[in-house]
């Protein structure tokens, strides 16, 4: 076969090739998918022992990996730091570090960092909170810092949230494309940093973006009926980590769904408390 022909052919292939290189760069951890875990909207109170309550053995167990938020959004609760992480780290607990990539948080330490151009509508009609411009490069790079933050004060992972802004009244005009785009360059970003990142809910760009992510989180996709557009990332053999909230009257109902769909499902409240039913 002639050269020119050769180069053809490869540079076919390289084109038919999905995904990313960045997306497939080795981190140093990723949740293997049957560990006791719990996701937090604030940070854990170590004082409190034991955390996630196993209801089929009635006695409290502590988690082997919990989701909390990097900059919690109450603003009397200080970030979290390395010795928060060291400290979970000696109980033997990984930690996936939740970073708000879709809004503006007045009380976050890096509010200050976004431009008003980067800053549009409120979000839930409260004016601290207010979706941002994902298209806007300054935005890029602010969430950037956030990723490398988290794995300077030892986060084992990533947990991206609310990156569905193409079909919110952000203020902006958002595409599919555009988000699409944006949720690709965290995941990039948090493996060149050599940490693994979660996909957290975003059903619609799933088929989009499990090549990228290495694991799912995902909230009420039972209540939802979205539960089955998250079996991609099992198909590929990444994990789902499914929480459905105590709304859900049927708790057999949630459990005997999750393990069907093979998701790690726990049951909990809404609230801040640190004890949930595990499946």
């Known amino acids: ?19 990313s290189t960045n997306a497939q760069s080795p981190v140093s951890w990723i949740p293997g998918g049957t560990e006791r875990w719990i996701l937090q909207s604030r940070q854990i109170d170590l004082t409190k022992g034991g955390l996630v309550l196993d209801s089929d ?26 010795s928060d992480i060291e ?39 409260d004016d601290n909170y207010r979706w941002i411009d994902v298209r806007n490069t ?22 991206a949230t609310y990156l569905e802004l193409w ?7 958002i595409t599919y494309g555009d988000q699409l785009a944006f949720n690709r360059f965290l995941a990039d970003t948090a493996h060149a940093n050599g940490i693994a990142i979660g996909l957290h809910n975003t059903s619609q760009q799933i088929h989009d973006l499990v090549g990228w992510f290495d694991f799912s989180i995902v909230e009420g996709c039972l209540e939802a009926g979205e539960c089955m557009l998250y079996t991609p990332f099992q198909a590929l053999g990444k994990p789902v980590f499914h929480v459905e909230y105590e709304e859900m009257t049927w708790e057999m109902h949630v459990c005997n769904a999750g ?8 049951i909990k409240t809404r609230s801040a408390d640190t004890r949930a039913r595990a499946c």
């Open 57 to 82: 053995q009635d006695q409290t167990l502590t988690p082997e990996f919990v989701v909390l938020p990097l900059f919690s959004s109450d603003p009397n609760v200080p970030p979290l730091s390395a």
């Open 259 to 266: 393990r069907d769909l093979g998701f790690n499902t726990i």
């Open 167 to 173: 079909y919110q009244n952000t203020g902006f005009f």
């Open 87 to 125: 400290e979970l780290h000696e109980r033997n607990i990984r930690v996936a570090c939740t970073v708000v990539a879709g809004y503006w948080d007045r009380f976050a330490p890096d509010s200050s960092d976004f431009s008003p151009g980067m800053i549009g509508l409120t979000v839930w009609g």
């Open 138 to 159: 300054g935005v890029r790079q602010i969430m950037a810092r956030r990723i490398e933050l988290a794995d300077s004060i030892g986060c084992d992972a990533i947990d």
């Open 1 to 19: 076969m002639p050269l020119l022909s050769k180069l053809f052919v490869l540079l076919v292939l390289l084109i038919s090739v999905p995904g």
